[in-house]
């Protein structure tokens, strides 16, 4: 579960490690440890998100505080920065979107309005596992997990649970970074537990970043702006129509994209599916 607390700074995120304690992860990625005796050994992050008491007191302090942030943490707003593919919003024509889950946020609605501005359908599902009734006879619907903060073990439940030829879309907020998964396509098509494996062999704290995907979150304020939001919505609308006429592309099949939210700039990276066989360590 993902706690928001307006007490911490935006785009920061504090979970506990059961073996290593509390960590705070700043909008960049960056990890620092953060002494029990400050939020103690065990907390209600529930509780901790709305009732900080003096913790609140501390981390302003220390400069991670909120409202507002330590500076410059702030969401870019410089009319010359990089924001292609914001004018293909509301481009795509495509009868239906699934959108699960249930606490999707400001991501997910803009992509919902650029859908129904299309005439396409949206369908709300919030149950584990997707109904046949939630899905039209004989269409190939997308299915869109998406969320404003990281994902969690809910994604793979519902991923795995998708009839055949269902085609999934999953974009999630990690601190200041979004993250736009590959759509599947070819005989090994991309699951999110692939991303996230290959993800951990590349980070540079993978248990905590495995922490994030698997334990209670408190999340400071999104960095995420209506802007931001439009310009994702428009590179999942521009893959749909693509997967939608031509068929899906191959070059983004294998593509994670990640958007920055301080610069508004985006950066493609390389990415291939997982042998058969492989430890998920308890992905």
Same mark, same amino acid.
């Given at each position: 579960? =993902?706690?928001?607390?307006? *007490?911490?700074?935006?785009?920061?995120? #504090?979970? =506990?490690?059961?073996?290593? &304690? *509390?960590? !705070?992860?700043?909008?960049?990625?960056?990890?620092?440890?953060?002494?029990?005796?400050?939020?103690?050994?065990?907390?209600?992050?529930?509780? #901790?998100?709305? %009732?900080?008491?003096?913790? +609140?007191?501390?981390?302003?302090?220390?400069?991670?505080?909120? /409202?507002?942030?330590?500076?410059?943490?702030?969401?870019?707003?410089?009319?010359?920065?990089?924001?292609?593919?914001?004018? #293909?919003?509301?481009? $795509?024509?495509?009868?239906?979107?699934?959108?699960?889950?249930?606490?999707?946020? %400001?991501?997910?609605?803009?992509?919902?309005? $650029?859908?129904?501005?299309?005439?396409?359908?949206?369908?709300?599902?919030?149950?584990?596992?997707? +109904?046949?009734?939630?899905?039209?006879? &004989?269409?190939?619907?997308?299915?869109?997990?998406?969320? @404003?903060?990281?994902?969690?073990?809910? *994604?793979?439940?519902?991923?795995? +649970?998708?009839? =055949? $030829?269902?085609?999934?879309?999953?974009?999630?907020?990690?601190?200041?970074?979004?993250?736009?998964?590959?759509?599947?396509?070819?005989?090994?098509? !991309?699951?999110?537990?692939?991303?996230?494996?290959?993800? !951990?062999?590349? +980070?540079?704290?993978?248990?905590?970043?495995?922490?994030? *995907?698997?334990?209670?979150?408190?999340?400071? /304020?999104?960095?995420?702006?209506?802007?931001?939001? $439009?310009?994702?919505?428009?590179?999942?609308?521009?893959?749909?129509?693509?997967?939608?006429?031509?068929?899906? @592309? /191959?070059?983004?099949?294998?593509? !994670?994209?990640?958007?920055?939210?301080?610069?508004? %700039?985006?950066?493609?990276?390389?990415?291939?599916?997982?042998?058969?066989?492989?430890?998920?360590?308890? #992905?």
């Amino acid at each position: 579960m =993902h706690h928001r607390a307006e *007490w911490l700074a935006p785009g920061h995120l #504090l979970v =506990h490690r059961a073996d290593a &304690g *509390w960590r !705070l992860m700043t909008p960049e990625g960056a990890v620092m440890e953060v002494d029990d005796a400050v939020i103690g050994g065990e907390a209600d992050l529930r509780r #901790l998100a709305v %009732e900080p008491g003096p913790v +609140a007191d501390v981390f302003a302090a220390a400069g991670f505080g909120g /409202p507002g942030g330590p500076a410059g943490h702030s969401p870019a707003s410089d009319s010359n920065t990089r924001t292609p593919g914001s004018e #293909l919003v509301g481009s $795509a024509d495509f009868s239906e979107l699934v959108i699960a889950g249930r606490d999707e946020g %400001e991501l997910a609605a803009a992509i919902e309005q $650029a859908v129904r501005a299309n005439g396409g359908r949206v369908v709300r599902w919030t149950a584990p596992h997707l +109904a046949p009734g939630a899905l039209e006879p &004989g269409r190939r619907p997308m299915v869109l997990l998406c969320n @404003d903060h990281p994902s969690d073990a809910s *994604w793979i439940a519902y991923e795995e +649970a998708l009839p =055949h $030829a269902t085609v999934p879309l999953r974009v999630s907020v990690e601190g200041a970074r979004v993250f736009y998964e590959p759509p599947p396509a070819g005989m090994v098509p !991309l699951t999110h537990r692939m991303v996230r494996a290959r993800r !951990l062999a590349t +980070a540079a704290w993978p248990d905590d970043l495995m922490a994030l *995907w698997t334990q209670d979150v408190v999340c400071g /304020p999104s960095l995420l702006t209506a802007d931001t939001a $439009a310009l994702v919505a428009g590179w999942v609308l521009a893959d749909v129509e693509t997967m939608r006429g031509s068929g899906p @592309d /191959p070059r983004r099949s294998r593509t !994670l994209r990640v958007l920055d939210l301080l610069t508004s %700039e985006f950066t493609d990276h390389t990415i291939f599916p997982v042998p058969e066989g492989t430890s998920w360590r308890g #992905l």
